[in-house]
């Protein structure tokens, strides 16, 4: 009789199961490197399949202070429609319960119906929708300017409480980000009221190459935030924006030359027992 699939940490030698699995997910995103899989993805990343047989599936997962992101689900072509997909998000939450974590949350296209009834069945429920979208560099500039006297710099440690705070992050969110080769966190900041941390932040991640989160307190800061991360980028390729629970300000970009790559379901729900 078949041993019951269970979910394994990956090792260095599984590069090649994440050039597998992450394709099927068809965001149009680069795949990592090997070297990029090491540094930032083997702690991660999950196998999921029978003990001593070839995987058949995979997740990346975070665990962060009572919430679990789950980052990535994929259930191989070939095992689809079986049951594995819910056998991989069960022991998803029962690593994620065994990390502390008392709630879950994922992104899904909103067009995936079998995924979204399989999260739905899990207990995740939409709590609001995003658009990712690439925008040329050369229509930045017609984006509309504040005239207010705002900054745009890194965001410290000592910052992260504060921005964590004001834009509703689990905590730890930025030092996990941090710590993750390649990452950059970009925050505005009224340089006559330090303490004001809800004007707008970004992850600006120049290897994939894009900002998400992006978020701003005004449709007017974007060009601002958006500047404050043009060296680290190649501009002669499209910047990648993902907008979350903002339809204002995706319709802003799309207005001003942005093109839609995806649009997005952001789930959310308890880890029950």
Sequence with gaps: MALPPVLRPARDEDYPWLARFLPQL???????D????????????????????PPIGCTIVDALADTGYVRVVVIDEHARAKGAGGALMSAIAAKLRAAGCRHWCLNVKVDN?????????????????SHALRLPWERVASLP?????????VIEPQDDSA?????G??????????????????GL???????????????????????FPFRVARLEYARTLIEAGRALFDTSKP????????????????????ERKMHLAHLRGALGE
């Design 113 to 129: 119906v079998p995924a979204l009834r399989l999260y739905e069945r899990c207990g995740l429920r939409k709590a609001y929708e």
């Design 145 to 153: 300017e504040t005239h207010e006297i705002i900054a745009a710099r």
């Design 34 to 53: 090997e070297q990029q899989y090491r540094t930032q993805y083997v702690h991660r990343f999950s196998l999921f399949g029978p003990p001593d047989e």
């Design 163 to 167: 921005v964590e705070r004001a834009w």
């Design 169 to 186: 992050l689990p905590s730890g969110q930025l030092a996990g980000w941090r710590a993750m080769t390649g990452q950059h966190l970009l």
């Design 26 to 32: 068809k965001t149009g995103d680069p795949l990592p």
């Design 239 to 258: 910047l990648g924006v993902v907008v979350e629970d903002d339809l204002p300000l995706a319709e802003l970009l799309l207005a001003h030359g942005a």
């Design 189 to 211: 900041f009224d340089p006559s009221d330090p303490s004001r941390a809800g004007l707008g932040f970004a992850r600006a991640n120049p290897l994939h190459p894009g900002v």
